[in-house]
């Protein structure tokens, strides 16, 4: 950590502390071997899984509640307050937490200490939590995290910091994040007298990240070593908290290349400079695949929708291509892919990932992001990362009549609106990239196998795919986290 980020790390001090001697966090931890000397108590912890509600993300989410009120229970503590988000009805924003933090206020803000979030694959151990945030003065603002920054400004956090990126941190959620409750009572009020403005979620840890830190009003993510992504089976994890268990998921049998229909949306400027790179890369993991463009290009092939490119949106040539699918694919091919002619996907991965998910579901899956969640907005998958259909979802959406407001109009938002119109979720999952690797943080990558990339601005595309995403031998024998050598792309 170089010394100004750690300068920065450590520089805040909560509201009520006079000095940097006040504060807990560089107090040392009195060891004992017993819970009843921990000063935080199980149950002023509220824990928060951050769920979906998809069948498969909604069991791991109560798995993991049931394996923290086992824990609870075997130490024969009083059981804490276990929620999952995807319940909590009446907040289509509910998965952006900051509209949550009202009702955390009222119904937490007096008998409890701290709120405690972390995501379904996050493995928790109890004693190990409340060792650790017994050394934090709860009666203090704290925000509690494992700390994430960019190297270099990114286009998806809005070239923020652009100065000197490394000097902000946010939290991976994977890791298990924390807030005392001072803190949730701040923010509550600060969100009934100013609701929220942003109209997009993009990158939800580090928009709350800053939303905390109120440029400067408020407290900086501060970071806790106990909190870890490393897999819960490594040898480094004897100090973590937190820990995480799943790389990427697999559910029996990856389903058969046949079970996966791509369609790649192109048009005829880009016929000589992407999709080379896609033939040269995953084109050939894949069994069934359609060019669809804008002229009839038989080297390719492409097929001409008779939809006119436009300069954004393509709504008009998505709608096409779901028509398309439903009634000229084989009613047997259970999944729909449809991917940008400069997404870098891969197709082993994602065989592997979809056998998680029920095919009879109306499934739609891929990076989640949202508009106007503050105010009744909606979620939506954005489109370059891939959006993944399954055949119900799109057989749901074309008899609802739900259609573009105009031939340009994006795509990935007026899908999110007609599925969030007909109450199917979005399904989240963070191995679908809107942006390059390099507009990542390392560590965010570090527990990832990830499934798609996007855009190949300033980068050799070819090079971005095998490095990241072309499966390896060892990965094809038992889908192990590969040790790539991974450079800077």
Known sequence: MSAQRKAFAVSVVPEGAEDETELPVLQKSQ???TISKISRELKEIVFIIQSQSNSFHSKRAEDLKRDILKQAADLGKELPTVLLIHQMDGHEGAWTILPLMRDFSVTY?????????CEEDTRIQVVKLLETLGRFDGSKEWFLGKALYDEESTIIHHYAFAENPTAFTFPDFAAGWALSIPLVNKLAKKLKSEPLKSDFTIDLKHEIALYIWQKGEGPHLTPVPEFCTDDVNSYTVDHCATTFSNFLPLCGEPVKKEDVFVAVKTCRKFHGDRIPVVKQTWEREAALIEYYSDYADISIPTIDLG???????HCGKTFAILERFLNHSSPRTPWLVIVDDDT????FRLRRLLSCYDPNEPVFLGERYGYGLGTGGYSYITG???MVFSRIAVQKLLASKCRCYSMDAPDDMVLGMCFSGLGIPITHSPLFHQARPMDYPKGYLSHQIPVSFHKHWNIDPVKVYFTWL???TE?????????YNR???
């Open 475 to 483: 990965e094809s024998l038992n889908g192990k986290k590969a040790g």
């Open 344 to 347: 870098l996907i891969s197709i």
């Open 487 to 489: 450079e800077d792309l």
């Open 307 to 313: 939809i006119p490119n436009t300069d954004r949106g």
């Open 384 to 386: 370059g990362g891939g």
């Open 31 to 33: 060891k004992s071997g």
């Open 470 to 472: 072309s499966p390896n």
């Open 109 to 117: 803000g007096r008998n409890s200490s701290w709120i405690f979030f």
